[in-house]
């Protein structure tokens, strides 16, 4: 699809604007990527994206930032390599290929999400507001927080996927991807980003959202 394709080419042009950003699509890692790292993690997306179309999509989870076990490796937001085969068989039977020589790693955020995507009867679409790793020492892994000025610079593709996709819900998770909607001027659904201790307050935003109080105990 001729639009999915021009957003992934507009995610990586951001590479060399942003200051100390990793961008997963147009950026080498050497301590942990294959040599063809960024066209597997480019093909992960397109596959992932044009597959959620086909299924038309009807909810977006909008996350902060990518933190550096994410799409960092993966190549999509919210999922990372533990997940998938998970994903693949939600999404049809798909296969995403590793783009990283070192073990398979995940997020905090990621096992959080798909503790609860697991729940769903459809897989929602996942974004984050910022869109590269943003991080704050060298090697480079070491997480930060975007700036209002990086979210405001990078909106425009969030704004794109909206156009492509047109999600009936969209959940903002954390005030840095409330803010990034908000600035788009889209109302969404804010839930406690899972870090920092948000995790139980996470699980019960979208329990709530979804109806799915009684799914299991908060651990």
Not at 1 to 14: P, Q, S, T, V, W
Not at 37 to 44: D, S, V
Not at 137 to 166: C, G, K, M, W, Y
């Amino acid at each position: 699809m001729e639009a999915i394709d021009h957003l992934i080419e507009e995610l990586a042009k951001l590479s060399g604007k942003h200051n100390s950003c990793f961008n997963p699509f147009a950026d080498h890692c050497p301590t942990h990527d294959l040599p063809e790292a960024i066209t597997i993690r480019k093909a992960n997306l397109r596959r992932y994206l044009l597959a959620q179309h086909q299924l038309q999509a009807d909810s977006l989870w909008v996350g902060e930032a990518p933190g550096y076990n994410g799409v960092r490796r993966s190549g999509m937001y919210l999922v990372s390599e533990p997940q998938f085969e998970e994903l693949g068989r939600r999404l049809g039977g798909i296969q995403f290929q590793k783009a990283t020589r070192t073990p398979d790693q995940a997020t905090r955020s990621s096992k959080a999400v798909w503790k609860l995507i697991q729940t769903l009867a459809a897989v929602p679409l996942t974004y984050d507001a910022f869109p590269l790793h943003a991080f704050r020492n060298n090697p480079p892994f070491v997480n930060r927080s975007p700036s209002r000025s990086e979210l405001q610079d990078t909106a425009h593709i969030l704004e794109r996927l909206l156009e492509i996709f047109q999600p009936q819900r969209i959940i903002a998770i954390g005030r840095k991807a409330e803010y990034a909607l908000d600035y788009l001027g889209v109302k969404s659904i804010y839930v406690r980003h899972p870090s920092r201790g948000g995790g139980p307050a996470f699980e019960q935003g979208i329990k709530g959202i979804y109806g799915l109080e009684d799914a299991w105990p908060l651990e």
